[in-house]
């Protein structure tokens, strides 16, 4: 069993900040990747940053020069830190992470609304 414990989101004004943690518990030897993703009212699920393996880092286009994902890899963390935030990154934020053998698990979320 795994789990995904997120936390850090909330509301801040455009141009603002936040940083975002997952820790993640269980039945973990080693972990393949570890992400972010995000869903706004009407719109799909997207990917926006993961880290893999051999530090391997892929971001969504929107986000390139404003967020960061670090892992900490003795704790099994993962964090995004959000800078010069814009109203349209306002979406619940999910954490992901994939093991080894194409398993994937999934956080239960947290909401980050940017708005003044």
């Known amino acids: 069993q795994v789990q995904l414990v997120e936390s850090g989101g909330g509301l801040v004004q455009p141009g603002g900040s936040l940083r975002l943690s997952c820790a993640a518990s269980?039945?973990?030897?080693?972990?393949?990747?570890m992400g972010w993703y995000r869903q706004a009212p009407g719109n799909q699920r997207e990917l926006v940053a993961l880290?893999?393996?051999?530090?391997?880092?892929n971001y969504a286009d929107s986000v390139k020069g404003r967020f960061a994902i670090s892992r900490d890899n003795a704790k099994n963390t993962v964090h995004l830190q959000m800078n010069s935030l814009k109203p349209e990154d306002t979406a619940v934020y999910y954490c992901?992470?994939?093991?080894?053998?194409?398993?994937?698990?999934w956080g239960q979320g947290t909401q980050v609304t940017v708005s003044s």
């Open positions: 992901w992470l994939r093991l080894p053998g194409q398993n994937d698990y």
């Open positions: 880290l893999a393996t051999g530090g391997i880092t």
């Open positions: 269980g039945s973990i030897f080693s972990i393949y990747a």
